[in-house]
Nanobody, 125 residues
Framework: QVQLVESGGGLVQAGDSLRLSCAAS????????MGWFRQAPGKEREFVAG??????????AYAGSVKGRFTISRDNASNTLYLQMNSLKPEDTAVYYC????????????????WGQGTQVTVSS
C-alpha cells in the first residue's frame, strides 16, 4: 500500500514562490499517475497538475488557472513528487493534496485512490 505525505506549505505574499513535496512510500510505478489537487474553504477539491510516465519520458497536465506559473515534477529514484509554484496569487490559497491512481492523468479527484494528508498554502495580498 502506497502512503503519501505532503510538505512545504506555508504563508507567503503574492508574487512569492513555494515548492511542495510529496513523499511516497511503498510500491510505486512511473506509469501510475500522480497529481496535485487543492481545496479552498467552501469549494470542492480541484485538479491542479498531474504527471505520468510515458515509456522513457513523461506527460504532464495543468489546470488553466496555474499553467505557466506552476510546474509538476518527480524524482522516481526517491519516490518524491514536487510542485513548484511561482507568482503565487491570493486565489491560490488552499490546502494542497497529492494523490495517485493507476492509469492515466485525469482531472476528477474521485478517480484517485491514494491521498496525502494535505499541506496548507496561504497567499496574502
Amino acid at each position: 500500500q502506497v502512503q503519501l505525505v505532503e510538505s512545504g506549505g506555508g504563508l507567503v505574499q503574492a508574487g512569492d514562490s513555494l515548492r511542495l513535496s510529496c513523499a511516497a512510500s511503498g510500491r510505486t510505478s512511473s506509469s501510475d499517475a500522480m497529481g496535485w489537487f487543492r481545496q479552498a474553504p467552501g469549494k470542492e477539491r480541484e485538479f491542479v497538475a498531474g504527471i505520468v510516465g510515458i515509456r522513457w519520458s513523461t506527460s504532464t497536465a495543468y489546470a488553466g488557472s496555474v499553467k505557466g506559473r506552476f510546474t509538476i515534477s518527480r524524482d522516481n529514484a526517491s519516490n518524491t513528487l514536487y510542485l513548484q509554484m511561482n507568482s503565487l496569487k491570493p486565489e491560490d490559497t488552499a490546502v494542497y493534496y497529492c494523490a495517485g491512481r493507476r492509469g492515466w492523468i485525469v482531472m476528477a479527484a474521485s478517480e484517485y485512490t491514494v491521498w496525502g494528508q494535505g499541506t496548507q498554502v496561504t497567499v496574502s495580498s
